[in-house]
């Protein structure tokens, strides 16, 4: 059988990193995209999702705003700092809504000679499953 027949599916399974530090929204995401094909990776805090990132370069990191010591903004800035992992697409998926990051970023920016951008995506809780695996498949450039 002609496999250029059949329509065009995942080659090989693509990795995301989420970041929570809600036990069970890390359970939510990995579920949601273990079960959608991808392999999951979930860590509970910035410093923890930086060093985890580093070492397995995810395909896509799901990253919440506010957690204890070093949040996900910070970790948001050190990602979008670091010349091998600011390639990586980032869903912000948090509490806080998209109006007060953005305002964040931009007072950020006013003394940072290194422009931290926007991130790809910016879902607030609680996420639909639907939309969060819509964005991150678009980001992802996946299709069943």
């Known amino acids: 059988m002609n496999s250029s027949s059949r329509p065009t599916c995942r080659k090989e399974k693509k990795t995301i990193l989420a970041i929570d530090d809600?036990?069970?929204m890390r359970f939510f995401i990995s579920t949601l995209f273990k079960t959608n094909g991808y392999i999951a990776v979930t860590c509970s805090n910035g410093?923890?999702?930086f060093e985890k990132a580093k070492q397995i370069d995810p395909d896509l990191i799901i990253l919440d705003v506010m957690m204890p010591g070093h949040?996900?903004?910070?970790m948001?800035?050190?990602?979008?700092?670091?010349k091998k992992m600011k390639h990586i697409?980032?869903?912000m998926l948090s509490a806080v809504g998209e109006k007060a990051f953005r305002h964040y970023l931009k007072m950020l920016n006013?003394?940072?000679q290194f422009k931290v951008p926007d991130p790809d995506r910016y879902i607030?809780?609680?996420p639909d499953p639907g939309c969060l695996l819509k964005a991150a498949m678009e980001l992802l450039k996946d299709s069943y």
């Open 22 to 24: 809600e036990m069970d």
């Open 124 to 126: 607030e809780k609680p």
């Open 110 to 112: 006013i003394k940072m």
């Open 71 to 74: 949040g996900g903004a910070l």
């Open 76 to 82: 948001y800035k050190s990602l979008k700092s670091d």
């Open 47 to 49: 410093k923890e999702g």
């Open 89 to 91: 697409p980032v869903i």
